[in-house]
C-alpha cells in the first residue's frame, strides 16, 4: 500500500460546502461534534483514506467483519448547507504523517470545492467543569472575520490554547492559509480527562448558529447524563461523593 491511499466512494454535486474536521483528540470533542452531524443529517460515506501512519490494525464489527483503520470523509447536507465532514478514529503516528496527511485532507476538501473550513477540538483545563459554564475558544486564519466569530460565541484569548493547537486542527489552519482557505478552530474547554460530550454540545452549539443550521442535540444530551453518572459514582468511592475525582482516576475514563 502506498503511504496514502484515498478511495473513492462517490462524488456527491455540492454547492458551497463547508470543510467539517473533527478527528480525536482532548476529550474527543471534535470527533463528537463531527460523528453527532453525520448521524443526524444521515450524511453519506464519500472518501476512505488509508495511511501506514495510522496504528497497524483493522477494527472489527458487530458481524465480526474486520476492516483497515481509516479516516472518513462524509457528504452532509445540513438544511440545505453541503458540508464535507472529516471524522475517524486516529490521528498520524509521526510529525511528518501529520503533515503529509493534513495535505492529503486539505486535497480531498479542495477537489470538493470546499473554500471554508472549521477545525473541531477541546482545548484542556485540566479539571471538571461545574456549571454547565463550557466556553468555546478559537483561533483562525487571517482571513475569517473574528466578529462573525466572537458574534458566534467564541472567544479569543491572549495566548490560549497555551502551546498552539497540534495535530490536524492546528494544520488544517496553517496548511490552509497558505492555500487561500479560510479556517478557523472552535474548541471547547474540557477538563482533558473525559470523553466530554457537553463540552462537544457548546462547540456545536457555535457551529450551528455559524452555518445557519439547526441540529438535534437529543444524543449528546445522553452522553452528558451517563458521563456524570460515571464522575458521581468516581465521587461516592472517595467518600460520599465529597471532592472531585482525582487526575489518576479521571484518566481511565472514556
Do not use: W
Amino acid at each position: 500500500m502506498d503511504d496514502i491511499d484515498i478511495e473513492v466512494v462517490s462524488d456527491p454535486d455540492l454547492t458551497d460546502p463547508v470543510f467539517i474536521e473533527g478527528l480525536p483528540g482532548v476529550g474527543h470533542v471534535g470527533k463528537l461534534v463531527a460523528e453527532h452531524l453525520v448521524e443526524e443529517f444521515d450524511g453519506d460515506l464519500v472518501r476512505r483514506v488509508y495511511t501506514t501512519d495510522f496504528p497497524p490494525q483493522v477494527t472489527v464489527d458487530d458481524d465480526g467483519v474486520a476492516e483497515l483503520t481509516h479516516a472518513e470523509f462524509h457528504h452532509v447536507d445540513a438544511d440545505g448547507q453541503d458540508l464535507v465532514v472529516l471524522t475517524g478514529d486516529h490521528q498520524a503516528a509521526s510529525n511528518e504523517g501529520h503533515f503529509t496527511l493534513t495535505t492529503a485532507f486539505l486535497d480531498v476538501a479542495e477537489e470538493f470545492g470546499c473554500e471554508r473550513a472549521f477545525a473541531l477540538g477541546g482545548v484542556p483545563t485540566g479539571e471538571l467543569i461545574e456549571d454547565d459554564e463550557y466556553d468555546v475558544l478559537g483561533a483562525r486564519t487571517d482571513d475569517t472575520d473574528r466578529e462573525e466569530l466572537e458574534a458566534a460565541g467564541v472567544e479569543f484569548r491572549e495566548n490560549e490554547p497555551a502551546g498552539g493547537i497540534v495535530g490536524v486542527s492546528g494544520l488544517v489552519l496553517g496548511l490552509g492559509a497558505r492555500r487561500g482557505l479560510s479556517a478557523a478552530c472552535l474548541m471547547g474547554e474540557t477538563s482533558g480527562y473525559l470523553v466530554d460530550p457537553k463540552s462537544a454540545q457548546a462547540v456545536l452549539e457555535v457551529l450551528q448558529d455559524l452555518l445557519d443550521v439547526e441540529v438535534d442535540f437529543s444524543d449528546l444530551e445522553d452522553r452528558a447524563e451517563e458521563m456524570e453518572e460515571v464522575v458521581g459514582k468516581i465521587q461516592e468511592m472517595q467518600g460520599g461523593g465529597g471532592g472531585m475525582p482525582s487526575e489518576d482516576e479521571l484518566r481511565y475514563i472514556g
